[in-house]
């Protein structure tokens, strides 16, 4: 198994520049999550998904689209890149909710926005 | 509503001496209770996990980690460190059926020759 893929592992967008970073399992996950990381700040949840057609936020949407049409793949979407969006992305699978079972996570995709 | 707060932004240790990580959680409900590792440019790996059940927890690499309600703490520890150690490590908690994760700051670890 490959676990949790991501793409790009990094990226530098232009303010107002739109995107998209890729993540993918392997592992029939039903719960999947985006995450940014910060210096100082851990992880924050972005959006979350319980199953394929379900989307959910979480703690920082603003800014973020996403859309789970299949079980594997839980694209996230940057409308119009801001520098406040440079950052490290992370996504993550779990096969029962994310309280009670192990969060398997990507490498993550560092993102600059100039 | 939880929280987390790891006491310590940075611990630095000799190779071969214990090592201690310190965490404080708040949560209305029965927590569940997360230690995760990040190496350099690596995404998370889970150390251990407490779900009510044993209040002492083991993990990978030779940790372990104790759940104590009363000071709402749950301290990772390590009796002897390894170089390979030398990581960010987070505590993270949740409710036991809940979505979302509250991660903790961080402390970073420097393990010293």
């Known amino acids: 198994n490959a676990g949790v893929t991501q793409t790009p592992k990094f990226q530098v967008l232009k303010t107002g520049q739109s995107m998209t970073l890729q993540c993918a399992q392997d592992?029939?996950?039903?719960?999947m999550s985006w995450y940014r990381q910060d210096p100082g700040m851990g992880l924050r949840l972005i959006h979350y998904s319980v199953g394929a057609g379900i989307t959910d936020q979480g703690e920082v949407p603003n800014g973020y689209n996403v859309s789970r049409s299949t079980t594997e793949d839980f694209p996230l979407r940057l409308l119009s890149a801001a520098p406040s969006q440079t950052s490290v992305y992370f996504c993550a699978s779990s096969s029962r909710t994310p309280g009670t079972d192990t969060q398997y996570f990507g490498p993550g995709t560092r993102l600059t926005v100039l | 509503a939880q929280s987390v707060t790891q006491l310590d932004s940075h611990v630095s240790v000799s190779e071969g001496t214990p090592v201690l990580l310190r965490c404080n959680y708040s949560?209305?409900?029965?927590?569940?209770l997360f230690w995760y590792v990040q190496h350099p440019n690596k995404g998370l790996q889970l150390l251990l996990k407490y779900t009510s059940a044993a209040t002492l927890v083991k993990g990978i690499n030779g940790f372990e980690a104790e759940f104590k309600k009363s000071e709402t703490s749950f301290h990772l520890t390590k009796p002897s460190a390894h170089m390979s150690d030398a990581a960010e490590y987070f505590c993270?908690?949740?409710?036991?059926?809940?979505?979302?994760?509250?991660f903790g700051a961080g402390t970073t670890v420097t393990v010293r020759a």
């Open positions: 949560s209305s409900y029965s927590p569940s």
């Open positions: 592992m029939n996950h039903e719960y």
């Open positions: 993270v908690v949740s409710g036991t059926n809940d979505y979302k994760l509250s």
